[in-house]
């Protein structure tokens, strides 16, 4: 498996595995119709130009993503040490194969290394998904509190949402 920083010739690859996690039910927040070529752009133009998005590639074929990890500055001088609006994917096929863990595990080390500006990076799951909230905690993201009744669950009943804090032990302060 091939793990390497995203670039603009991503979008349709990025497109192709957004539909294809979204068509399973309880993963990431958007369904299938949501996921379009103006997100793509978003998520792809802000990661590369203010935040950190890493990709890995489909063992077989380098013109397919199996898995994706990305987030953001929000881009306001008082929230500029914060990655937030972060998430990650795997392909359904290839999910439960220790992709998901590497690609945070290379995320966070990306920042440890080479983003002292950085200080914290923020994520939100969802409190049924059990699976993300435990490979997020074990890498190191500590919940931070409980959005009562904030997702809409297909057969109409609602969710807490958990957010979630990673602090970048190499940050280094900018003192006024
Ligand atoms: C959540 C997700 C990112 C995890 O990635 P993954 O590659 O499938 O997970 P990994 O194989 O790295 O396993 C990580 C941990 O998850 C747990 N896990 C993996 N597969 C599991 C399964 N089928 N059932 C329960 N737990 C499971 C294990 O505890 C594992 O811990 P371990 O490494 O100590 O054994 C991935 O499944 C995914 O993209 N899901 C859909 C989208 C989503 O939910 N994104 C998160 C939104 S907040």
């Given at each position: 498996m091939h793990y390497r920083t995203a670039t603009e010739e991503d979008a349709p690859r990025l497109l192709r595995l957004y539909k294809a996690v979204s068509r399973?039910?309880?993963?990431?927040?958007?369904?299938e119709h949501e996921v379009t070529e103006e997100y793509i752009h978003e998520i792809l133009h802000n990661s590369l130009s203010r935040g950190l998005m890493v990709v890995a590639e489909h063992p077989d074929d380098p013109?397919?993503?199996?898995a994706d990890m990305h987030g953001y500055t929000m881009g306001l001088e008082i929230f500029k040490h914060l990655i937030t609006d972060v998430t990650v994917c795997v392909h359904p096929d290839f999910q439960g194969r220790k992709i998901g863990r590497t690609i945070l595990t290379i995320y966070l080390d990306e920042i440890v290394r080479?983003?002292?500006?950085?200080?914290k990076v923020e994520l939100i799951a969802r409190e049924g998904n059990l699976r993300a909230i435990h490979l997020y905690q074990s890498v190191g993201f500590r919940i931070e509190g409980r959005l009562e009744m904030r997702i809409r669950m297909a057969d109409g009943t609602y969710e807490a949402d958990i957010p979630m804090g990673w602090q970048n032990p190499s940050f280094e302060f900018d003192m006024p």
């Amino acid at each position: 498996m091939h793990y390497r920083t995203a670039t603009e010739e991503d979008a349709p690859r990025l497109l192709r595995l957004y539909k294809a996690v979204s068509r399973v039910r309880d993963g990431i927040a958007r369904l299938e119709h949501e996921v379009t070529e103006e997100y793509i752009h978003e998520i792809l133009h802000n990661s590369l130009s203010r935040g950190l998005m890493v990709v890995a590639e489909h063992p077989d074929d380098p013109n397919e993503l199996v898995a994706d990890m990305h987030g953001y500055t929000m881009g306001l001088e008082i929230f500029k040490h914060l990655i937030t609006d972060v998430t990650v994917c795997v392909h359904p096929d290839f999910q439960g194969r220790k992709i998901g863990r590497t690609i945070l595990t290379i995320y966070l080390d990306e920042i440890v290394r080479n983003r002292p500006e950085i200080g914290k990076v923020e994520l939100i799951a969802r409190e049924g998904n059990l699976r993300a909230i435990h490979l997020y905690q074990s890498v190191g993201f500590r919940i931070e509190g409980r959005l009562e009744m904030r997702i809409r669950m297909a057969d109409g009943t609602y969710e807490a949402d958990i957010p979630m804090g990673w602090q970048n032990p190499s940050f280094e302060f900018d003192m006024p």
